[in-house]
């Protein structure tokens, strides 16, 4: 999302800190279009959807173009996220008979420890 809105000093170090927090991080921003530019986009949207080939990279083509890019911020939320429970319990016995555990997530590394 960084990449996305107008330049920010203290949003990659507030996302950062909220994610060593282990909190879920989600930035919210918005893009206002005239009435002109939403017609183009609803019409290249509208044409990328009922393509037979490429479907899909065709919209998120249009969707990056019109809509993801300079986009205002409004705001970031910091979410807990935690472990069930029992979680970290069943870990270690397993870990404790041997089974190798590899932990899979979207998160940021900083989030996941």
Do not use: C
């Not at 990659?12 to 009435?35: F, H, Q």
């Amino acid at each position: 999302m960084t990449s996305i809105v107008a330049e920010n000093d203290w949003l990659d170090e507030e996302t950062a800190n909220m994610a060593r927090e282990g909190l879920r991080t989600l930035v919210v921003g918005r893009r206002r279009l005239s009435y002109e530019q939403y017609r183009e986009f609803s019409r290249s949207h509208q044409e990328a959807a009922l393509a037979i080939t490429g479907r899909d990279a065709n919209m998120q083509k249009v969707v990056s173009q019109y809509l993801e890019r300079d986009l205002e911020l409004l705001g970031v939320t910091g979410v807990e996220d935690k472990l069930q429970k029992d979680v970290k319990p069943s870990l270690e016995l397993l870990r404790n008979a041997g089974v190798k555990i590899w932990m899979l997530t979207g998160d940021k590394v900083e989030t996941a420890r």
